[in-house]
């Protein structure tokens, strides 16, 4: 994209939403530039309502920032003094007040709390949002499930601005559960008046639309070219964000992002290369900050419910073969955690992510394909996210040729991100890398999410075992009791029995970079590894 071609796009957004072009370009419009981000990513979201079947990670942004929870987390100074959250400690959003007992949680609203067309958000609001999220099914269904939080009787409105939340069985996670994105609270009469009798949860309505009490409302929204976002005067859950407009635009090629970044067309981006973000770093003249996505592991899963990979062995060779190294230095620019090569009497920690004792070892490989009986090899697809294609494409080109090297020849399958989600989601896929972060920074929500047997959305490779689930369920009961001399067996165990059946692959747990101009603060690192608007200043 051209650098005009950039502008004139950038000021006809701004012209649609009642904003001339020159007032956010024009030199003599300070004032106006600096209160209007511009962000520019390789892909964007594919659905505005967080409970959207499919709904991928750029769409996690915008309902962060537009819709309100009943808590959030207080924040503290993590990694390289960069504002982290802190995964322990909570504040009300919506709430005004909360009380935490032995087997209920009591939430007081904020009685000036509206929705972004004006009407009072009520308890029956947020009754009916968390009715929504434990019903709709799929991922928000899920999602809430960790936390224990399952039945929408759990949910009782004491008065118009009182609602509790009864715990099914003491769980650490249900706080915690409270603050992520899924329980976000929309406006229940709007979407109710745009719901069907197919679509009792307006689905359809909310997948286009923004109907909640956040900081900021969506008011356009071009799939796969922008999104432009105001703020909301009104809102009540924090401090009135300094940023007033958000224009983040989707530029796929990632030579474009970095040009625009580095002539100043473009207030910040997070999806580069990672070549780029080190180069910019040594140049500096640019801020970029780089932070450990916590909880969070690259990885590359195999269907272990179909030949070949439901092949211990084949699974182990393919463990053996993975240039770890190269993807380290060639791909990732030494901007991650290795999660591999741990030392042969490492033992093993109650933590994680933490590192297998796996090395790139071709010679072994060969050798547990020719005791699988597949010395000849075979063919199968190598699956990756384009809407992340900066990392993914050359990292799987690297493993398709080391692959190759043992007999396994691999077409890399390039799946549009928008779709990435849902195809994901069908477990079909036989070979495939991905990134899975945990939103809740335990070990047992992780393998809760990704190892355990039955519906476990992102168990991906169909893995099930009858052992990996009582251990899982087992650090989970631990944990509420404060048991932790249970709980760190259990972690233990599950951690090793994941890596013994090594149905996915830590490759390496990847950094959260992000490139601002110099006059760009107050970003803070958040578990969902999107951008919080909220907080952000321009000078």
Known sequence: MKRR??????????????????????????D??????????????????????GTNVPSYEVAWNCYDRLIT?????????VTYYDKDKFKGELAEDMTIGDMSATFKLKKNAKFQDGTPVTAKDVKWSLDRSVSVGGFPTFQMSAGSLTKPEQFVVVDDHTVRVDFLVKDKLTIPDLAVIVPSIINSELVKKNATEKDPWGLEYTKMNTVGSGAYKVTKWTAGTEVIMERNDAWVGGPLPKIKRVIWRMVPQAGNRRALLERGDADISYELPNQDFAEMKKAGKLNVTSVPISNGIQYLGMNVSQPPFNNPKVREAVALAIPYQKIIDAVMFGLAN???GAAASAPTEAKWPQATKYNTDLVKAKALMAEAGLSAGFDTTLSFDLGFAGVNEPMCILIQEALAQIGIRATINKIPGANWRTELNKK???LYVNIFSGWLDYPEYF????????????NTMNYSSPEMDKLIAGARTAAASGDMATYDKDVKGFVDLAF?????????QPYLNVAMQKNVSGFQYWFHRRLD??????A
């Open 447 to 458: 393998f809760y999410w990704c190892y355990r047997s039955g519906n476990s959305i992102f």
């Open 32 to 53: 106006a530039r600096s209160e209007t981000l511009l962000v520019v990513s390789e892909s964007g979201p594919n659905n505005l309502d967080i409970m959207g079947v």
């Open 73 to 81: 987390h207080e924040m503290k100074e993590g990694p390289g003094g």
């Open 533 to 538: 608007y909220r907080a952000m200043v321009k």
């Open 5 to 30: 071609d950039f502008l004139k796009a950038a000021t006809g957004a701004a012209a649609g939403t009642m904003v001339s072009g020159p007032a956010i370009w024009s030199a003599a419009k300070a």
């Open 500 to 508: 013994t059946d090594i149905p996915r692959i830590p490759l390496y």
């Open 338 to 340: 290795p999660m591999f």
């Open 428 to 430: 079909v896929l036989p």
